[in-house]
């Protein structure tokens, strides 16, 4: 992806891959990458596809340390998610309740931090205390100090990455999920 997307290998690279709509909280998402211009080390991927996509890529069009693609293709997800340093889930608090996240299990699966917008009791803010940052706030500040206390603590990015693999095994590892499966079944039919 360094090659393809013409990147320097020294970046630290930020992804949100999803669907471009409106239960995006693309407003903090372009005001985080603006507050976080400064920082020449950071590079900044959207990958989607949506309605509000042609509207980032105007607000977004001047800043040279941001690409705004496609969906990656399927076959090309596990390193596609690999890629990235950390991963955002930067959902309106609003959306939450409605739809999780589909990338999430990979995310984490590969061992990236993941950032993102969530209440304490939601399925995704559960998820996130354990292997990212929840944000209880769609704040740009909020979010932009985030990133930098994850670029800045190195260990505990790996120590995140390592929870978010540690609960996929866990919590959905296929023999897991389909012993869970089938012993409610029985439970079920004996009862």
Not at 11 to 18: A, C, D, P, Q
Not at 137 to 165: F, T, Y
């Amino acid at each position: 992806y360094y090659e393809e997307l013409k990147l320097k290998t020294d970046y630290k690279i930020i992804i949100y891959s999803g669907t471009l709509n409106e239960k995006l909280s693309y407003e903090v998402l372009i005001e985080t990458i603006n507050l976080l211009s400064y920082r020449k080390d950071i590079f900044w991927i959207i990958a989607g596809e949506g309605p509000i996509k042609k509207k980032i890529i105007n607000k977004l069009k001047n800043c040279k340390n941001v690409k705004i693609i496609g969906f990656q293709p399927e076959e090309n997800l596990s390193n596609w998610l690999n890629f990235a340093d950390i991963h955002l889930v930067p959902q309106k608090l609003s959306a939450l309740s409605l739809v999780m996240p589909s990338k999430l299990i990979g995310i984490l699966s590969c061992r990236k931090p993941v950032l993102g917008f969530a209440s304490k009791n939601s399925e995704l803010g559960k998820i996130l205390d354990i292997a990212g940052i929840r944000l209880g706030k769609e704040k740009p500040k909020l979010l932009a100090d985030a990133i930098l206390h994850l670029l800045n603590n190195p260990e505990l990015m790996k120590k995140l990455g390592g929870q978010g693999r540690k609960y996929i095994l866990e919590n959905h590892e296929k023999e897991k999920v389909l012993n869970k499966f089938f012993k409610k079944i029985e439970n079920l039919l004996s009862s």
